[in-house]
DNA sequence: ACAAAATTTTTACGCGTGTAAATTTTGCGC
DNA sequence: GCGCAAAATTTACACGCGTAAAAATTTTGT
């Protein structure tokens, strides 16, 4: 860690005693230069602390080492929890991932994506915002670059898609929730921003009907991604107005669900599947905050591990084979039913 | 947006009809060059869509528009809203930021700002891990780059120091709890590794003296940072040991406040300050979620927005003047009480 | 020990932009 | 129309590294 500083690939070739050109191959591929010779540089680096300069390598490089995330909401703890996840697999492929939230904002998911492509990025992985997604620009943006879209599927864009099974998680708490007593009314927002929300009515009204029930849904008024505040909003008003059709409550999502509990808490009315409980809530995704809820919420979860490494894992082969797979992939994951509390 | 495909500057010039040099200039400053030559310029970049390469720039740039911003944990709401408002002045300054979190892991810290800096960043805001931050190695980046810290303070460290008056918040809440009945015991974890937590507790210590208490302390063990988690171990233990020593509750942050308010559900504790309440409970922050917690939080908030915009400015002021101020300082805001319903 | 194979060295050019210096052109007031 | 200052152009080099081609060296197999 001492000498004089070394400024760039030359001197540090200078230094090492090797030429620059197997200095570069060295910090392209350590393995493709002679045992010998690997030594000799990793000598020199415990001595002299040198990294190749990061503007200089991409300059030349057509792609370049590095993956955009880019997920509709960080402030969302699913997106923060799985972005996390497929951040460190990432890091250790041995890319540089970056991440960018779009705030909800179909103009900054754009302008994100207008900026990535000036990185030159050897792919990006994104969970779109959805109904608001400019579509033309995300299909030009994945013309340059390969993309797996996560979470939210937009309809043949992209190279894969890898989410979760909306019929399984329906499915189950439609199931669980029959089963164990009255069936549910389904508790959603109007016009949901994300795809995945059609799917889960769609599951729920198939259900229902599987079951030999009839399906009853409630839509509540809201925009943006204010959900607590949207589902909390909702929950009062229709209990207020008595209009929940059933007390058996399943939320399209538990970010909704929490607003749910909340509103359900301030009305006094105990939510559980005990005595004395007039109503009994479930959900959707497994929010890390679901089991702090009051009551603690049973849910559907997602499998974040598989969806996070199967998204980078998919991507991965992508960027290996260098060309465009033939045929757009579609992987579904399915739901873990988590029983807790409230239902 | 037709025309052949731009490859780059010397290719653009030609067909906007202006040299090289000058167009340089132009995307430097617009204000640079004389207004008909900046509408020529405007006018081609209507006709072809060409944007300079932005490693070819960073490389014969000793400063970039880069700016790092750092936080201990993105999945932490608390973090995500405030990066988010950060992330947003950056942008609107003209700059380039990239977020980064550090997951609560002092190792993957220090790497992050060891990748920052070869991105040689204009400026970069970190909230630190606190007491398992690498100090020594946070010291010798910001000899490189200017760094102003925000949300908690490492004493010396880096240009500047942004956050919250730990000694408003408390004093608020104690204040408040103590006038409206039993003056509060304090909640909180043995080990805090956030620097906050350490001053909150004296704060606290200092204030109850102040009014003429006697301070009482429950510290809960655990470590990390799923603090709900521990919040609720930490409650339920307390509850069914019966050693809290008061039944008005002062948790040192909000999210310790939410496992509690979960522990008390799941006790049958009712907290609130109304009749049939067994316990009030208040804290620090103004997490997002304290107002659907059950009760909703009566909390002290931090002022998002000042400690933002200020972070930012003082950053952009360092940046501007070029060297390193002289003095380091330090700019606190107050807290602002929120009443609702949990005390 | 010798030929073949693998690796390294030497040499040289390219990537796209910043920027300095000298020169030419433009804009503007009188 | 003149003269001057401001702006643009021309020319040239720099940044740090990738990489190709040919020559020199080392390693490997027998």
Known sequence: MEGQKIRNMEEFAEVSGISRPTVSKYFNDPDSVRKSTRGKIEAALEEYDYRPNIFAINQ???????????????????????????????????????????????????????????LKPAGTLIAPLGRLS?????????????????????????????????????SQTVDYLSRT??????????????????????????????LGHAPKIVQIDGEGWSFEEIGRAGALKAIQDKSLPTSTVLCSNDRLAIGFLSACY??????????????????????????????????????????????????????????????????LFPAKLILRSSA
């Open 266 to 331: 301030e009305m006094g009315l105990r939510v559980g599947s005990g005595d004395g409980c007039a109503l009994r809530v479930a959900s959707h995704d497994d929010h890390p905050y679901a089991r702090f809820t009051c009551p603690s919420l049973t849910t559907a979860a997602h499998d974040y591990d598989s969806v996070s490494s199967q998204s980078v894992d998919t991507l991965m082969s992508i960027i290996e084979s260098g060309g465009r797979p033939s045929t757009r992939n579609e992987q």
């Open 181 to 210: 007593g009255e069936a549910p009314c389904f508790f959603e927002m109007k016009n949901p921003a994300n795809p995945n929300a059609n799917k889960r009515r769609q599951a729920y009204i198939d259900k229902m009907h599987e």
């Open 134 to 170: 400019d579509k033309g620009f995300i299909e030009a943006f994945c013309r340059d670059v390969p993309t797996v879209l996560f979470d939210s599927n937009l309809e043949g864009l992209g190279e894969a898609f890898v989410g979760s099974d909306n019929y399984s998680f329906v």
């Open 60 to 118: 030349n490089r057509k792609l370049t080492k590095n993956i955009g995330i880019v997920v509709p909401n960080l402030a969302d703890p699913f997106f923060a929890e799985i972005s996390r996840t497929i951040e460190r697999r990432c890091l250790d492929a041995g890319f540089k991932p970056t991440l960018y939230g779009s705030h909800g904002d179909p103009q900054l998911e754009t302008e994100i994506l207008d900026n990535l492509r000036l």
